[in-house]
């Protein structure tokens, strides 16, 4: 059975919780972002309860969005989807290159308050589209035959926060509306969503601030990592290829070095060298018989 979109609804505040994080980094636009929407506000509300107000979660957020990054690079794409972008900057990043095709999607209540971040921001842009999509509709409302895609150009999808708050049946219904999308274009998804529950536990030692957070942001969110999260890599790779798709896991240490966001929190460079270590990013494409 397919969840109403508001319980999904639930899930998009935590946007704010990213574009927070990302302010103390130096990727583009994410300070105007959260000073916009004033994240700010929204993550002193949710610390209120929480003596420990470290944010050493920011480590994953920044190492996620430059690690992808490096993926996109390398798969030398021209047509990019991003699921669930919230407040993500990377399309007006991206579209800055005319040669650059990118489709931002989330729920509807939140593309189009991000279409009108990103206008206040950067005006319109030809070459960058704002779609609402519940990624895990069925049938599916990603973009299968639209004039500004190519379907003789591969695409990238993208994800970074989604996958981790939905149910395996969910889950399932993304992965097969990304399997119909690769068909048609071909291409890969690129995604660090499936930490498992080993990957968790181990992070969480390293930081028990970053496991409060992340025990409130469940509460808010309704949801829980029994349902939500794979127990080890090998029920993910089983998972993934009954879903049609080989994987190949990149470590987030590459960009270890790139992380900008511990001196400006004040967060100890061993507990990121340790939160990245147990951090992937995986990149999915089709099987041959898929
Ligand atoms: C944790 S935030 C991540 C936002 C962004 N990707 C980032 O990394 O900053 C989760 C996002 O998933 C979106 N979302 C939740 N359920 C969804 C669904 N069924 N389909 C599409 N987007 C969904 C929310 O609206 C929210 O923007």
């Not at 506000?41 to 107000?53: G, I, N, T």
């Amino acid at each position: 059975m397919q969840m109403p979109t508001s319980s999904f609804d639930k899930i998009s505040p935590t946007a704010l919780i990213m574009a927070y994080a990302r302010q103390f980094t130096d990727i583009p636009y994410s300070q105007e972002l959260a000073q916009l929407v004033n994240a700010q506000a929204f993550v002193e509300r949710l610390q209120k309860q929480q003596s420990d107000k470290s944010f050493e979660i920011a480590v994953l957020f920044e190492g996620r969005y430059k690690a992808i990054n490096q993926m996109i690079a390398q798969f030398r794409t021209t047509q990019i989807i991003e699921l669930a972008s919230g407040l993500l900057p990377r399309g007006m990043v991206m579209s800055q290159d005319p040669g650059i095709v990118f489709i931002e999607s989330d729920l509807p209540a939140m593309i189009s308050s991000k279409q009108q971040l990103v206008k206040q921001l950067v005006g319109d842009r030809s070459n960058l589209h704002f779609i609402a999509t519940d990624a895990t509709s069925q049938p599916s409302q990603f973009p299968l035959d639209v004039d500004y895609l190519d379907s003789l150009t591969p695409i990238t999808v993208i994800s970074e926060g989604l996958l981790l708050y939905l149910t395996l049946n969910q889950k399932q219904h993304v992965f097969t509306n990304v399997r119909e999308l690769l068909q048609v274009y071909g291409g890969v998804w690129i995604t660090p969503d499936l930490m498992t529950k080993e990957d968790l536990s181990r992070i969480r030692g390293t930081s028990p601030a970053l496991q409060k957070f992340s025990q409130t942001v469940r509460v808010m969110t309704g949801t829980s990592d029994k349902d939500t999260i794979f127990d080890n890599l090998d029920q993910v790779r089983q998972f993934t290829s009954e879903q049609g798709f080989q994987l190949q896991a990149y470590s987030m240490l590459n960009v270890l070095d790139q992380l900008t966001c511990l001196e400006p929190l004040g967060i100890n460079p061993a507990v990121a060298e340790s939160i990245l270590t147990d951090s992937f990013v995986f990149a999915f494409t089709l099987m041959p018989s898929f």
